[in-house]
């Protein structure tokens, strides 16, 4: 089992930074990725960024990539998402996400462990 608990998430204006947490805790073996997706109202769940906890190695949706840095911090088995120059359209419930294995590519069906989400609201 893993166990994934958000925070960070908030009420902000266009245009401000925001970082979300997603702390790591259980049993992760050794070939995992941790990441973030995201969900507005009305629309499917989609993947934002992820990292390759083993080599540090990541990955964005083509949407975010300049504006949304993803990062890893081992010592605190901790994922940060960080965003910059949010904009309305941010504005969804991010879910951090484990999955287990070595590919990339990551549809939300294959998640093998969900945090609880925490809601991102950016006003106009």
């Known amino acids: 089992q893993v166990q994934l608990v958000e925070s960070g998430g908030g009420l902000v204006q266009a245009g401000d930074s925001l970082r979300l947490s997603c702390a790591v805790s259980g049993r992760t073996l050794s070939a995992y990725f941790v990441g973030w997706f995201r969900q507005a109202p009305g629309k499917e769940r989609a993947f934002v960024a992820s990292v390759f906890w083993r080599g540090g190695v990541t990955y964005y949706a083509d949407s975010v990539k300049g504006r949304i840095t993803i990062s890893r911090e081992n010592a605190k088995n901790t994922v940060y998402l960080q965003m910059n120059s949010l904009k309305p359209e941010d504005t969804a419930v991010y879910y951090c996400?484990?999955?287990?294995?070595?590919?990339?590519?990551?549809?939300?069906?294959?998640?093998?462990?969900w945090g609880p989400g925490t809601q991102v609201t950016v006003s106009s």
């Open positions: 996400a484990f999955k287990s294995g070595f590919r990339a590519g990551w549809e939300s069906q294959e998640t093998d462990y």
